[in-house]
């Protein structure tokens, strides 16, 4: 199924990831219902980075997830639903696992139920890697025990099972892409990568982060959007998960000593208590097989984690605005 053409609806389009596929749907000739989240001062997240010409021909639907006659509505008319809108920090889920409940499991339900009432031809939900929990062998593929660690990855592990029992249920044509940590442009100090740039650029000698030998797969955002839009031009794969990520490891620690090479400063790294996870709900390792994809779609990863890094910290540097960098960013 080709894009071109096509009505397509991104929820969290308002997001990192969201943004960055609601401008590559538009490049590729698709009608595009961006649906962001309704706030009084009509702003609409990192969309408000993207050229004004871009979105002009295409639609933005502000509203609400949780809202099961809002998201029929934005489901009107549709033939391919790109579904990423969630609450996703970890930190979060432990101050409010209700919300994430609402957002990311009925949220779901809610964009599923709109699907199979309007007969949407495909439906893309977004997973996420951190329902494996600490790996228990490396490289992770699908057949990895699920074993959420957090109270965000417990609801987005039981809106993969929604997504597939609709499949299995209902005949829905669902598929779920599971992506490992992906970073690039746009994304917030929540993640760690920007916030490993943002402290150097606004010239703290000492940056704060929390476990340095945590070990993850760091996916540049374009590779996860090509991963977006391969999964959605295919006709196969329906009510299975797919994994994207680099399938390279890499410690957090080295990590900030790449940034640092990249932006020519040393700094000293200190351990800052609140950005610990309890020591339960740590994920340890997190490293992607992607093999079921490649092989289904011929997707792999174009962009290598430096070359990624590199582009990164130019977009930070000149939007550094965007960055509360003397606060710990939930």
């Known amino acids: 199924m080709k894009l071109k053409g096509k009505k397509i609806l991104i929820t969290g389009a308002d997001g990192f990831i969201g943004s960055h596929l609601t401008e590559r749907c538009i490049a590729a000739g698709a009608s595009v219902r961006a649906f962001v989240y309704y706030n009084s001062f009509n702003q609409w997240g990192w969309l408000d980075t993207v050229p004004k010409k871009i979105l002009d021909k295409h639609e933005v639907f502000?509203?609400?997830?949780?809202?099961?006659?809002?998201?029929?509505?934005?489901?009107?008319?549709?033939?391919i639903v790109f579904h990423l809108a969630a609450l996703i920090s970890i930190p979060?889920?432990?101050?409010?696992?209700?919300?994430?409940?609402?957002?990311?499991?009925?949220?779901?339900?809610?964009?599923?139920?709109?699907?199979?009432?309007?007969?949407?031809?495909?439906?893309?939900?977004?997973s996420t890697s951190e329902?494996?929990?600490?790996?228990?062998?490396?490289?992770?593929?699908?057949?990895?025990?699920?074993?959420p660690q957090s109270p965000y990855a417990a609801t987005k592990s039981a809106a993969d099972s929604l997504a597939v029992s609709f499949y299995r249920s209902f005949d829905l044509p669902v598929t779920v892409l599971r992506p490992f940590?992906?970073?690039?442009?746009?994304?917030?100090a929540r993640a760690v990568i920007p916030t490993i740039i943002?402290?150097?650029?606004?010239?703290?000698?000492?940056?704060?982060?929390?476990?340095?030998?945590?070990i993850r797969d760091l996916n540049y955002i374009g590779n996860t959007i090509d991963a977006f839009i391969h999964l959605a031009q295919t006709d196969k794969g329906l009510g299975q998960v797919f994994n994207t990520g680099s399938g390279v490891e890499v410690s957090v620690g080295e990590v900030a000593a790449?940034?640092?090479?990249?932006?020519?400063?040393?700094?000293?790294i200190e351990m800052d208590k609140q950005r610990i996870r309890p020591v339960k709900s740590e994920v340890e390792k997190l490293v992607c097989s992607c093999v079921k994809l490649n092989n289904l779609t011929g997707w792999q990863p174009e962009?290598?984690?430096?070359?990624?890094?590199?582009?990164?910290?130019?977009?930070?540097?000149?939007?550094?605005n965007h960055y509360k960098t003397d606060i710990y960013n939930v």
């Open 198 to 214: 943002s402290q150097i650029l606004a010239g703290c000698k000492v940056i704060k982060l929390g476990n340095v030998e945590s």
């Open 62 to 79: 502000a509203g609400d997830i949780r809202d099961f006659g809002c998201v029929l509505e934005a489901c009107q008319d549709i033939d």
């Open 131 to 147: 329902v494996y929990g600490t790996a228990q062998y490396v490289p992770i593929d699908e057949n990895h025990p699920i074993n």
């Open 258 to 268: 790449i940034i640092q090479k990249i932006l020519g400063v040393r700094v000293k």
């Open 181 to 188: 940590n992906t970073f690039g442009p746009r994304q917030s």
């Open 92 to 126: 979060y889920s432990y101050r409010a696992p209700d919300s994430f409940v609402a957002t990311n499991i009925t949220g779901t339900m809610n964009v599923l139920q709109a699907a199979r009432i309007l007969g949407v031809k495909k439906v893309v939900h977004t």
């Open 303 to 320: 962009i290598s984690l430096e070359q990624g890094l590199r582009r990164t910290c130019a977009w930070i540097k000149k939007h550094m």
